[in-house]
């Protein structure tokens, strides 16, 4: 059974700061890792993706992936108050086709 | 360009009954994927096509719930007969060849009282 971890939350950071998402999986197969932003009521939104170990810089948005620890983290940077979501992280399997969920981490940012 | 279009948006209904949901995907995308988040559970796939033929059915709950993709352009969730721990938000994702990239549609909320 593939695993996805993520701490529920809420984490909560001032507007500003940089807000530290983590999640751990459990397929050491896995090729592909993406975090998605659901904000409440919405649709999940795809933010991010990285395939290799190391950091992947998109405007304030940072991924981080090292696969020798089966760990993936997303940084934002400078947080908004619009930032505040539920972050879902999700690893794909070898095949590329399905993805498996973490639950999601609640961030709050506070003006 | 017009996202992943599903319908209705809301549903409500009454236990016993039967409740049909509709995807339209991404044209062009050959990968499916009908999906429920509950707060308890989250995100859990429930089937999933390629080029309209049916995957992986594993995460359907039961016998009561059954999917079909005519074609390309259209996919259905049925679930005969209702009953309230069906109640969730349903949603359809697609992707193109290859790709993990995954899009969400705007999603079915569903009651069943």
């Known amino acids: 059974q593939k695993e996805v971890e993520q701490n529920s939350g809420p984490l909560s950071v001032p507007e500003g700061a940089i807000a530290s998402l983590n999640c751990t999986y459990s397929?050491?197969?896995?090729?592909?890792f993406f975090w998605y932003r659901q904000y409440s009521g919405k649709s999940p939104e795809l933010i991010m993706f990285?395939?290799?170990?190391g950091d992947k810089e998109d405007g304030r948005f940072t991924a981080q992936l090292n696969k020798a620890s089966q760990y993936v983290s997303l940084l934002i940077r400078d947080s908004q108050p619009s930032d505040s979501a539920t972050y879902l992280c999700?690893?794909?399997?070898?095949?590329?086709?399905?993805?498996?969920f973490g639950k999601g981490t609640m961030l709050l940012v506070s003006p | 360009d017009a996202g992943v279009i599903q319908s209705p948006r809301h549903e409500v209904t009454e236990m016993g009954q039967e409740v049909t949901l509709r995807c339209k995907p991404i044209?062009?995308?050959?990968?499916l994927f009908w999906y429920r988040q509950t707060m308890m559970r989250g995100l859990e796939l429930l089937i999933y096509?390629?080029?309209?033929?049916?995957?992986?059915d594993s995460g359907m709950p039961e016998d009561r719930f059954s999917a079909k993709m005519p074609n390309a352009s259209f996919s259905t969730l049925k679930i005969q007969p209702s009953e309230p721990r069906d109640s969730a938000v349903y949603f359809c994702?697609?992707?193109?060849?290859?790709?993990?990239?995954?899009?969400f549609g705007p999603g079915t909320r569903l009651t069943v009282l």
């Open positions: 994702a697609t992707s193109g060849r290859g790709y993990n990239e995954q899009f």
């Open positions: 397929d050491r197969g896995s090729q592909s």
């Open positions: 990285i395939y290799s170990n």
């Open positions: 999700a690893v794909g399997d070898s095949g590329y086709s399905t993805l498996t």
């Open positions: 044209s062009g995308h050959d990968y």
């Open positions: 096509f390629n080029n309209n033929v049916p995957i992986d």
